[in-house]
């Protein structure tokens, strides 16, 4: 925007936007305005927005033009500004009243809560406030929420206070509490039957505890702390005045998880919900779902705050063992949705139990779980009424089933496997005929849950349930057939110890398979029984290939019918080398013949992503035969001489994938497919494919130059891997990786290229890395080396996790080059390579990273920041030093609102801590705690 437009031409694009009954007219307003909120000329439109109050609608644009300029834009302003703005806001604060629109208040607040938190010198920002709008009473909404949103924005990753700056207004907030608790107690007790105005107290107080900023002393002898829990206690108390108290709960036990700091604090809230199971219970028995699942989180929240001494001190002070019971009621709730809450706790316990590895604290908690195992088991079972398959059921429910059984399997080794699986097998037994058929099928599936884990020793209880589940009659629920079939795929490792009992489990499977209720999950099971069982299911391989020949004509799912195709893979691979030939030939051509079929026909077939019709829908089952053949080919070995038994079969599906390349070479899904299958193809007869590598790369190449499909890279990375050590290949290697740079680099190049295309990124960077393992000196001397150095270094900033790991990656085996290998005849010439490009690249490459680690990226992603500079040192230590004390000194020392960023003792201690690292962990810790003073 070139000039500040008129507040008169600001009135008729919001008209436009709010009023205009014309679509086109309002994406243009749209727009308009969000070029206008983008422009340093919003501060001025939206003080004159304010000013003239005219309507709901330019109010509401200008409060929230206004924070999210203070948001986002804060350095726009001059210092010296800072004063006039808070003086503004304040000034239009002044004018709310009960009637203003909440939506107007709530940016208005934010906008000065995020003010506040930015100018560093505005001092005591909460009691000012509190001075000057506490004698209003039309000014309390706008103070308690103003309250509210302050500590909130703390952690506002859009401001980017850094840590200096958080302890300081931490510390301000702390000092300002006594005044901000005197007011909210006023409050309470000038409006405590005002619901609103209490539910406000218990929003903003619970804000306070959220970032542990009001002194134990003063608030457990406060009335404050005791409100909350009364309104818990009240069987009248509105849905949104007990969800309000139950928040402020849940963050005054998370403030109290540190008992040490906050042991008081810890004993007043034990105390105040110790007294809320009568009203859970009343809670329950009103059929109060709301209120009960609030009672629920509140149990949960303090079971985990005192977990430490729960599970390693049990029933020692706030060890109280009344918390689990507290829990396992919860549990024990008819909903599955409030059992759901307690998950973690249990998550959490069952890790902590895990570590300490103490019998005796297993013992204590073992009746926990058995109990916790027969409630879950209760909530697993399905509707009566339902008369499908799990698949069938509710999402929710559905969702539900799968995290039960990710808690049996994380909490199931307290009881034992074998354990839990008689315990359900009893349950099962114990049935009498007016048992009802989802009671069965519940058990069947909590026993799916730890059958992985029964010993293969035992041989009490399973070959009664295999018996049974193979025995099924056929006026059984299909639900209990279906989780019967995934038993049996549970239980493979077991069966393969028990091989009597195969035939007998491939015949009830091969037999389920024509059930269209079960298909899929036999395949899935059928895929589990050959990858267990492969050494035993050689004279089923004939049987398997039937199957897969007609395994269109049964109701299997896409994913299940590759799953079975991978399964019969795994028992080819560990056949003799004729049988292998001629088997994948036979596995692949039922899959190229119908690609060949769908290029021939003439008419353009609408692809649609399932259909038969649809290449990829082949191209996938091709890629999952060489990837098996690739992974299990315990029998796919050559000796000198030896032709590899899939040599052949590689060479004849080559020309149809290169005919599907030629075809759809502007569709990306089904060119990455189809680099997918070769690249498998290629794994799976490594250097025999040597035939394929010259029109493959021609091939590769020419394409890339009309479709920048990442793909090609990453198949040539492959090559790279396969063959970068022929000497007769390296340069047509080195050819191709030239031919790629160009368009690459253009495409990289355009604004915000690198942002746009993380998987070029990715897949380049890692073709990059495949030269410097393979062949690094050919790379290092090549003209290409400079600019991917340099694309490298600018990438450094990319925070997409995988392209990110790839740069990092490259950098780091680019720096090894020097160092790695020293009895190999080409390290004089890698060495100098190497760093002669780091004496050039050093101090760009170190400041990119630096930057990186303080402004681009996630904390998560430091790490390997850290291992290119630990790698870096490794080479030259001292250069190091002098690197990173130039990239410091281009850092900013204070922030736009004038707050110290970083001290001088603070840089120079990073420095110390980094430069004398002698461990990558020690320069991780280094740059992740540096990095949170400008986050």
């Not at 203070?70 to 009960?98: G, N």
């Not at 970032?211 to 009364?230: D, G, H, R």
């Not at 030269?771 to 490298?792: E, G, H, T, W, Y």
Request: glycine fraction near 4%; charge should be negative; proline fraction near 3%.
């Amino acid at each position: 925007m070139d000039s500040q437009p008129s507040v008169e031409t600001v009135f008729q694009a919001l008209t436009a936007l709010y009023h205009n009954p014309d679509t086109a007219g309002k994406e243009r307003a749209s727009i308009w305005l969000g070029e206008l909120q983008k422009s340093v000329y919003a501060w001025q439109i939206a003080d004159q927005l304010l000013r003239l109050n005219k309507d709901v609608e330019s109010c509401y644009f200008a409060a929230q033009t206004m924070r999210t300029k203070i948001q986002y834009a804060f350095h726009e302003l001059p210092v010296e500004s800072h004063q006039s703005l808070r003086d503004s806001i304040l000034e239009h604060v002044a004018k709310v009243t009960a009637e203003t629109p909440a939506v107007i208040v709530t940016q208005l607040c934010l906008a000065l809560a995020d003010l506040a938190l930015q100018m560093a010198s505005w001092k005591g920002a909460a009691s000012d406030l509190i001075e000057k709008f506490s004698s209003n009473a039309d000014h309390m909404n706008f103070l308690l929420e103003v309250l509210k949103v302050l500590p909130e924005e703390i952690s506002s990753r859009s401001l980017r206070l850094g840590a200096n700056r958080r302890t300081e207004i931490t510390q301000e907030l702390t000092d300002s509490a006594p005044v901000v608790l005197q007011l909210l107690t006023a409050c309470t007790e000038k409006c405590g039957q005002d619901v609103r105005i209490q539910a406000k107290v218990f929003r903003c107080l619970g804000s306070w505890f959220n970032i542990n900023a009001l002194p134990q002393e003063i608030i457990v002898n406060s009335k404050l702390l005791t409100a909350p829990f009364m309104a818990l206690m009240n069987k009248d108390c509105p849905s949104t005045l007990h969800e309000t108290a139950c928040d402020c709960v849940c963050a005054a036990l998370y403030a109290a998880e540190d008992i040490e700091k906050n042991g008081l604090l810890a004993q007043a809230l034990f105390r105040g919900v110790m007294s809320l199971p009568e009203a859970y219970h009343m809670s329950v028995a009103e059929e109060d779902i709301d209120k009960s699942l609030n009672y629920c989180r509140i149990f949960t929240e303090m079971a985990e705050s005192f977990l430490e001494v729960i599970a390693r001190h049990p029933n020692q002070g706030l060890g109280d063992l009344r918390l689990v019971e507290l829990v396992l009621t919860c549990v024990g709730h008819h909903q599955y949705e409030v059992a759901e809450i307690t998950f973690n706790f249990w998550y959490r316990l069952s890790e902590i139990l895990y570590k300490e590895n103490n019998d005796e604290l297993n013992a204590v908690f073992k009746p926990y779980i058995q109990r916790l195992i027969i409630a879950l088991c209760t909530h697993c079972q399905m509707d009566p009424d339902h008369d499908g398959i799990q698949k069938g059921i509710d999402g929710d429910f559905r969702e539900f089933r799968t995290r039960v059984m990710e808690l049996i399997k994380d909490v199931v080794f307290l009881v034992g496997s074998s354990s839990c699986f008689s315990q359900m097998f009893e349950a099962l037994k114990n049935q009498t005929a007016a048992s009802s058929w989802e009671q069965s099928e519940a058990a069947l599936f909590i026993m799916c849950a730890v059958a992985k884990n029964i010993l293969p020793e035992e041989e009490g209880v399973v070959p009664q349930v295999l018996e049974a589940v193979l025995n099924l009659p056929p006026s059984a629920h299909v639900a209990v057939k279906h989780i019967s079939v995934k038993l049996i795929g549970e239980l493979s490792e077991w069966i393969d110890r028990h091989p009597s009992y195969l035939e007998l489990v491939l015949q009830f499977l091969f037999t389920s398979l024509h059930d269209a209720n079960l298909a899929t999950a036999t395949a899935n099971s059928l895929q589990n029984i050959c990858s267990t069982c492969r050494d035993k299911m050689g004279d089923h391989f004939g049987s398997l290939l039937e199957i897969v020949k007609a395994i269109d004509s049964f109701m299997v799912s896409k994913e299940a019918a590759v799953g079975l195709l991978k399964g019969t893979a795994m028992i080819l691979a560990k056949m003799s080398h004729d049988k292998i030939t001629e088997g994948l030939r036979q596995l692949c051509a039922l899959q190229t013949d119908q690609l060949k079929e769908l290029m021939m026909k003439d008419e353009q077939v609408k692809l649609s992503g399932r259909s038969r019709a649809e290449p990829t829908f082949w191209l996938d089952r091709l890629a999952a035969i060489f990837s098996i053949v690739v992974t299990r080919n315990s029998n796919v070995t050559v000796m000198n001489g030896q032709q590899h038994p899939c040599k052949i079969v590689v060479e004849e599906v080559w020309p149809v994938l290169s005919m599907t390349c030629d075809k759809y070479q502007d569709d990306v899904r089904i060119i990455e497919r189809c680099c997918r299958c070769i690249r498998f193809a290629v794994r799976c007869v490594g250097k025999a494919s040597a035939s394929l590598l010259t029109p493959l790369v021609t091939q590769m190449v020419n394409l890339y130059q009309v479709h920048q499909h990442s793909c090609f890279l990453y198949l040539g990375s492959i090559l790279v891997d396969e063959y970068g050590m022929e000497k007769g290949c390296i340069q047509g290697l080195i050819d191709m990786l030239q031919a790629f740079c160009g368009p690459t680099f253009k495409l990289l190049e355009e604004q915000h290229g690198l942002r746009n295309h993380p998987d070029t990124v990715d897949d380049l960077f890692r073709l990059c890395t495949r030269f410097v393992q393979r062949n690094p000196v050919p790379f290092l001397q090549s003209d290409m080396m400079k600019s991917i150095l340099c694309c490298a270094i600018a990438a450094c900033s990319l925070d997409h996790r995988d392209a990110n790991a790839a740069v990092m990656k490259f950098h780091i085996e680019f720096i090894k080059a020097s160092r790695v290998n020293e009895d190999h005849e080409n390290f004089a010439v890698r060495r100098e390579a190497t760093l002669k490009l780091l004496q050039e690249h050093g101090q760009a490459l170190m400041t990119s990273l630096l930057n990186s680690s303080v402004f681009c990226l996630p904390s998560y992603m430091i790490v390997d920041i850290a291992d290119v500079v630990f790698e870096l040192m490794q080479v030259d230590r001292s250069s190091v030093c002098i690197w990173l004390e130039h990239a410091l000194k281009s850092l900013p020392t204070q922030s736009s609102g004038g707050s110290v960023t970083a001290t001088h003792k603070q840089l120079t201690d990073f420095h110390k801590a980094v430069t004398s690292a002698e461990d990558c962990k020690t320069v991780s810790h280094a740059f992740r705690d540096f990095s949170r003073l400008y986050r």
